[in-house]
């Protein structure tokens, strides 16, 4: 949970956002950040998603732990900033 949680801020922080909650309250409203903001929620929503479903396998023993905190880093998809 800290690795992802880390991994969520600092991907927002790329676009000099606080964290990614700051980033993410932009998709609601209207400006030149909306879209960023937007993008930034639907990943945030797939990574976390991603991740709950991988540890539910892991827990019923259908797939392994991730070796280390980056290893489950890399299972996840890359942000796609909107230009």
């Not at 980033?23 to 030149?32: E, N, T």
């Not at 929620?41 to 797939?46: E, F, H, L, N, R």
Request: neutral net charge; contains cysteine.
């Amino acid at each position: 949970d800290r690795a992802l949680t880390a991994h969520l801020d600092s991907t927002a922080q790329q676009r000099k956002y606080d964290n990614r909650i700051t980033c993410m309250v932009r998709a609601g409203f209207p400006g030149p950040f909306q879209a960023e903001g937007q993008a930034f929620a639907t990943w945030c929503d797939t990574c976390n998603y991603a991740a709950y479903t991988l540890l539910a396998e892991v827990q019923v023993g259908t797939k392994p732990m991730p070796a280390s905190p980056a290893a489950l880093i890399s299972m996840l998809p890359p942000m796609v900033w909107p230009t």
